[in-house]
């Protein structure tokens, strides 16, 4: 039953980002590592950047039983879609980078058929593109990731920044999981030549052990600075309120992000 499928893909996505947090990250082998690169897109063309702004882009996406948790038949009636929001990235206000959010409504025939042939099943989800100026007033799709809205949604939020790091681009996606406040970020990182790669995130691994069990909701990372925060829970902290926050400044050194400093402070308790 979908309502299982739901459960047991929820448990699966809290049990990937604990293990994000969790473990070691140094193991090239890990496809914890690489979740970002499943978004990425080869070949699109490009499109005029007023087309982008005012009208959703039709972009391949897994089918619906392949990437929805609520439930569903399996016709879709109709699909409408509208822009939520167009946005630049990066520090400098003409990157060239922009993302997209876009809010897809689409309504299959009931799952459960004991409704009748008229009924249906409504399905939400949100769309966020990454794209890059391609030439004066085109811009190219580069990633993109689609995910359920609503009560049956895993993620809260899906979001991608972006910045330059000497001759490369560095891309941030930010995961956080609907209901817990935990997010996730996996990086990749692109060269001149348009090549993507995944970044290694080894800082993990040189944080003392007793640090890096109390991490529980993930460390966000500012992909401009590499400088992160997260709360550090000790055994009686609340889930909402961790005791003490951790800071960290990264360096990128090759293909991975690791650890140049670290401080804990104190969080004062209300």
Known sequence: MKWLRSAVALAASVSLMAMRTARPLDDSRSPIQSDAALGLLHGQASVAETRARERCLSLPVAAPNDRLQGPHGDSLVTTRCEVLRYRALGARPKSGWFSVEYRWLSLFTAEDTTRGPAARDTVTENEVVLLVAAAPGLVQPIWHER??????????????????????????????????????????????????TTVRQVWLAQLPRILAGRIQHGVHIDVQSLRGEGGLYGPRDPNCCPSELLRLQLGLRGDSLALRSQTVVPIPQQ
């Open 147 to 196: 995910f359920e809205t609503g009560g049956h949604a895993i993620w809260r939020s899906v979001t991608p920044e972006i910045a330059k790091i000497g001759t490369s681009i560095m891309l941030s996606v930010e995961h956080c999981v609907n209901g817990t406040g935990g997010c996730s970020q996996d990086f990749l990182q692109r060269s001149r030549l348009g090549q993507w």
